[in-house]
T-cell receptor, first 114, second 109 residues
Framework: KAGVTQTPRYLIKTRGQQVTLSCSPI?????VSWYQQTPGQGLQFLFE???????NKGNFPGRFSGRQFSNSRSEMNVSTLELGDSALYLC?????????????FGPGTRLTVL | KQEVTQIPAALSVPEGENLVLNCSFT??????LQWFRQDPGKGLTSLLL?????REQTSGRLNASLDKSSGRSTLYIAASQPGDSATYLC????????FGTGTRLQVFP
């Protein structure tokens, strides 16, 4: 069974640009969550989608947005990039909503903002 | 506000030792607790999940315990190997995962 895949694996952008990251969950999983990992703040929750609906959102500005498609694939968008957005962005998938079961993480997308 | 702490922050041991990694959390209202490992620059690999109603889970050389009333979990690694070198993260689940800062483990031959 294929794991969680994320594309692209690496991105370099400049301040002010926008970026879209993609996450394909494990087959049959309907929940996708996104996390940001930085050396200073550690792993922080961005949002969770289940059956194309955003269930929960972390404490991030509105520049961070996401969506989920009918096949459960999810995209995350960051607009007007800032230097502080440089991070490893991880997505996780699971069968159920609400983080009540095992979360399976992808390899991440490393975003560098210059 | 839920806070998760991991002790120690780093650990370096010779191969073959038995290890205990600690995780503590401030609010016992959790669905479950999950342990992960992360290799440098990589994603997270799930090791064990303990539901809030359970006391422990075992997988191979790994054993995790949960004491919800005291807000503690431990990950026990038996007979450590160099391949166990990684950062170990615990996370408590409410309506999202709240992660600790991790324990960086190095096992040397």
């Amino acid at each position: 069974k294929a794991g969680v895949t994320q594309t692209p694996r690496y991105l370099i952008k400049t301040r002010g640009q926008q970026v879209t990251l993609s996450c394909s969950p494990i087959s049959g999983h309907r929940s996708v969550s996104w996390y940001q990992q930085t050396p200073g703040q550690g792993l922080q929750f961005l949002f969770e989608y289940f059956s194309e609906t955003q269930r929960n959102k972390g404490n991030f500005p509105g520049r961070f947005s996401g969506r989920q498609f009918s096949n459960s694939r999810s995209e995350m968008n960051v607009s007007t990039l800032e230097l502080g957005d440089s991070a490893l962005y991880l997505c996780a998938s699971s069968l159920s909503a609400g983080h009540t079961d095992t979360q399976y993480f992808g390899p991440g997308t490393r975003l560098t903002v210059l | 506000k839920q806070e998760v702490t991991q002790i120690p922050a780093a650990l370096s041991v010779p191969e073959g030792e038995n290890l205990v990694l600690n995780c503590s959390f401030t609010d016992s209202a959790i669905y479950n607790l999950q342990w992960f490992r992360q290799d440098p620059g990589k994603g997270l690999t799930s090791l064990l999940l303990i539901q809030s109603s359970q006391r422990e889970q075992t997988s191979g050389r790994l054993n995790a315990s949960l004491d919800k009333s005291s807000g503690r979990s431990t990950l026990y690694i038996a007979a450590s190997q160099p391949g166990d070198s990684a950062t170990y993260l615990c996370a408590v689940s409410t309506d999202k995962l709240i992660f600790g800062t991790g324990t960086r483990l190095q096992v040397f031959p």
